[in-house]
């Protein structure tokens, strides 16, 4: 008989159990166009976990019968191989409950005619099991007086720690002659022999993200206080949605159980037999400034796994809640007036009562010409060109904890000057020495004579520099300007000056009992004052050390000393023999033109 290929995928049914009560339920898979059409039964069912899982799925560690019912729909059936994935299974026996089949007729033994019987063996390894027939092969199948089915039972054991897909392999021989011809057909079933699993756990305050997977859930981390959302990744074959995770968990820092408050965690699917879960402890539960939390996680499946995470740590996934703002000192030096050419040294100190601690600090420092410095580092030192402007600089810090709250000082302030110069007269003669001394500051207004003014326009928290004589550097800040007023500070010696608009207010700058500035504010425009000064008096500098002068006129008297009379001696010797030259030069020239 010609030789004939038997394709075609089929199916088989798979039964399992657990443990209770037992069902029988029959799930059919249909080969047609194969050498053989096999159904498949679970001959036992479990639906003890309320379940009825009518697919091919066993739970680990549990026993289940399958059956397989093989119709013959061709001739020349000799043998039927079954290999088992023994990775999944291990064959506790077999059996077959109908070993004889009866057949038109057979090969080899003639064209007799009416029902034959054809007696079938069974043999095994540990993988594969062989059904051969004994005599012959089949022939004529669509006889209508053919009845070839054969029954074959599997005990089997599913592994356990285990998780998947699982393929059966059946072949068919046709064997009339000598000549094998094998073709296949592919089964698959599913083993559950593993709890839930769970990765990637991570919580998160909207900000920051703490990761189980680093180790970061181990109770020495922090969050902020608010809402916090608990993440985790399930990968399950047969994740129960009937049966949803939850998260316990403990805000006392007590030890967390399945006890504790529980919130149901959703879930959304993701790729293949993946889920998203999240759970959000809510903010009222919350309290401060630093507050232990602690949870664990529950997952269940179909067959009755159950896996609580995280068992192994009493307390469960711990982390901390920091409620609290950063605390911020300014420790400043002991003079706030400094030379343009010194430095000044501040000190920042920030404290955290919520628990995180100190993550950063942040100076920031306006100089007196609005340009801004920042610095990162608690304790600071401007020098240089940091301070080489005279005026008022303002300074903050701001403190940042590990959470991310952060608080600023107040503005602290400081003063530059320019240093003075000095300037020295040469000596004199044998007859004695003189000396005079001019002392000079650099400012960006000068008005040194009495009625002399300046104007100023700067905006709130600027400054500028004046000086009445000179000698004395004095800083004009610009403390607060409104549509209709300025709130000025004077220093050295700070003194706090209002004016509205077209007011006029006189200041003694130098605490002698005499104004000797006038302050008037001209307009506001565009945020910034328009403010004039004006010297009105001698500063008390000026009172105490006048400028040196020279005494002319009738009733003062001239005294020669014996030098300056030797100077205009000689001054005149000089002058006549410049006279006697000009008349010797004359002469010759008067002959020269004689003599032409």
């Not at 706090?496 to 307009?523: C, F, I, M, Q, R």
Request: charged letters at 15%; one cysteine or more.
């Amino acid at each position: 008989m010609e030789k004939k290929r038997i394709g075609g995928l089929l199916l088989i049914s798979f039964l399992f159990i657990v443990i209770a009560y037992l069902v029988s339920g029959t799930v059919s898979f249909n080969s047609a166009g194969s050498a053989v059409n096999i159904s498949g039964n679970d001959a036992r069912n479990s639906l003890t976990n309320g379940v009825n899982n009518g697919s091919v799925w066993t739970k680990g560690g549990q026993t289940e019968i399958i059956n397989f019912t093989i119709n013959f729909t061709t001739d020349a059936i000799s043998a039927v191989n079954i290999t088992l994935p023994i990775e999944a299974y291990r064959l506790m026996n077999y059996n077959t409950r109908n070993a004889t089949i009866s057949m038109a007729h057979k090969a080899g033994l003639g064209n007799g005619v009416g029902l034959v019987t054809v007696n079938w063996s069974i043999t095994n390894t540990t993988s594969i099991v062989i059904l051969n027939t004994q005599e012959g092969n089949y022939s004529e199948p669509n006889s209508t007086n053919l009845f070839p089915r054969l029954n074959i039972e599997f005990n089997v054991t599913a592994n356990d720690s285990i998780e998947g897909a699982f393929v059966w392999n059946v072949s068919f021989t046709d064997n009339e002659t000598t000549t094998s011809d094998i073709a296949s057909a592919v089964f698959t079933t599913y083993v559950d022999g593993l709890r839930p699993r769970l990765t990637q756990i991570n919580v998160t305050d909207g900000v920051t993200v703490l990761k189980a997977s680093s180790e970061e859930l181990n109770s020495t981390k922090f969050l902020k206080n608010t809402s916090i959302t608990v993440y985790a990744t399930l990968t399950d074959y047969n994740f129960d949605e009937d049966a949803r995770p939850r998260l316990f968990y403990l805000i006392n820092g007590s030890e967390v159980n399945i006890t504790s408050p529980a919130i149901v965690m959703s879930s959304s699917n993701g790729s293949s037999y993946t889920y998203r879960l999240n759970a959000t402890i809510p903010v009222t539960e919350l309290g401060g400034p630093s507050i232990p939390l602690a949870f664990i996680i529950q997952v269940n499946d179909s067959y009755n796994h159950m896996y609580i995470y995280n068992t192994s740590a009493q307390d469960g996934f711990n982390f901390s809640i920091d409620s609290a703002n950063p605390g911020v000192t300014i420790t400043p030096p002991s003079s706030t007036s400094i030379d343009t050419s010194s430095s000044i040294t501040y000190k920042c100190v920030g404290t955290d009562t919520g628990g995180s601690g100190v993550n950063s600090y942040l100076w920031t420092i306006t100089k007196p010409n609005g340009q801004i410095i920042t610095k990162t580092t608690s304790s600071i030192t401007l020098t240089g060109a940091e301070t080489e402007a005279a005026g008022t600089y303002s300074l903050t810090c701001k403190v940042t904890d590990i959470v991310g709250y952060e608080t600023t000082s107040t503005v602290y302030q400081f003063t530059g000057h320019i240093a003075s110069t000095s300037g020295a007269g040469g000596s004199g003669g044998a007859g004695g020495t003189g000396a005079t001394t001019t002392e000079t500051v650099k400012v960006d207004d000068s008005i040194m004579e009495i009625g002399e003014t300046a104007t100023v326009s700067k905006k709130q928290g600027q400054s500028s520099t004046f000086s009445l004589d000179g000698r004395t550097a004095h800083t004009l800040n610009f403390k607060t300007v409104t549509s209709g007023s300025v709130t000025l500070e004077i220093q050295s010696d700070p003194i706090e000056v209002t004016l509205n608009v077209g007011e006029t207010k006189n200041v003694d700058l130098d605490a002698d009992g005499t104004d000797d500035l006038e302050v008037t504010l001209d307009s506001v425009s565009g945020g910034a004052a328009r403010v004039m000064i004006k010297k009105i008096a001698q500063t008390a500098a000026e009172v105490a050390s006048p400028e040196p002068t020279t005494e002319t006129g009738e009733g003062a008297e001239t005294t020669t000393t014996p030098s300056e009379e030797a100077e205009g001696g000689a001054s005149l010797v000089w002058l006549w023999v410049v006279i006697v030259l000009i008349v010797i030069v004359a002469v010759v020239v008067a002959v020269q033109k004689k003599k032409k």
